[in-house]
């Protein structure tokens, strides 16, 4: 990494050294390409990237600096060494450039996961973790920037990009019938909650709805009722495991919250 800042100075700075610059170039180049294997170094790097598990979420400002960091050393070895854009961007071969889209900034395969698809053995959480790595502003800017590399002077990769990231997705994403639209607006908020879209003249409901939910016993009530509807035998086991697992998730969370209200750090907030 430390030749990799030598041998590209900051910009403020290449005008003013750039004779002194372009000696050392001719210099040290060849030097540097023997002890420093770019090839090598890049192809770890994209491997770790694609395998790297993501610590970011969609509901915190977290940012993973292992992916920042492994982000923006792929982004600096490009700027190295341009002659790496068309091997790690042709599908044949390295296939960098469409793993990148896929698996860090879009997630465009077949498979959509649905709540039915869950069981008692899997965790929804890892649908959320596996969906797409940046999930961050930061992250996401740096993956941008090496879609950008690659594709700058390079229409073998810009093909690829369109034929394999931008036209599949293109074809998932629904089609917007309204005016003005905001895609602001529709991003979830950090706190994990999405609120109620109000129709024009359900506000006083929507927020009736939300005082119900932000009270415990009466939303757990909600859900335990059940609709009195004759179900076969083999829905009713699996449905009474589901209860009884509910009930034991709920009986320790209202013990958390007596606790919590019973604490005398809570009464002195009071």
Request: proline share 4%; hydrophobic share 30%; with cysteine.
């Amino acid at each position: 990494f430390f030749f990799l800042m030598i041998r590209r100075p900051p910009r403020s700075t290449q005008s003013r050294s750039s004779a002194a610059s372009d000696v050392y170039k001719r210099q040290n180049t060849a030097q540097q390409d023997e002890e420093l294997n770019f090839d090598v170094l890049f192809s770890k790097v994209t491997c770790r990237i694609l395998e790297h598990h993501s610590t970011e979420s969609r509901n915190s400002q977290k940012v993973d600096k292992i992916l920042m960091g492994l982000l923006n050393l792929c982004e600096k070895i490009l700027l190295v060494k341009p002659d790496l854009k068309q091997t790690y961007g042709d599908p044949e071969q390295k296939n960098f450039l469409t793993n990148l889209f896929k698996t860090c900034l879009f997630e465009i395969s077949n498979t959509q996961m649905r709540l039915s698809d869950f069981t008692d053995d899997v965790d929804s959480k890892s649908a959320e973790r596996d969906y797409v790595k940046c999930k961050s502003q930061e992250s996401r800017n740096s993956a941008y920037r090496i879609l950008k590399v690659m594709c700058h002077q390079c229409p073998q990769n810009i093909k690829v990009l369109i034929q394999h990231g931008f036209l599949p997705l293109m074809e998932r994403l629904p089609q917007i019938t309204t005016w003005g639209y905001m895609p602001k607006l529709d991003v979830k908020s950090t706190s994990g909650y999405i609120g109620l879209r109000n129709l024009g003249c359900i506000c006083y409901m929507n927020a009736m709805l939300q005082q119900f939910f932000m009270t415990p016993t009466f939303r757990y009530a909600i859900l335990m009722a059940s609709d009195k509807k004759k179900k076969s035998p083999s829905l009713k086991k699996k449905e009474k495991k589901k209860k009884e697992k509910k009930r034991e998730l709920q009986f320790v969370k209202s013990k958390k919250e007596k606790k919590k209200k019973k604490s005398p750090s809570s009464k002195k907030k009071e």
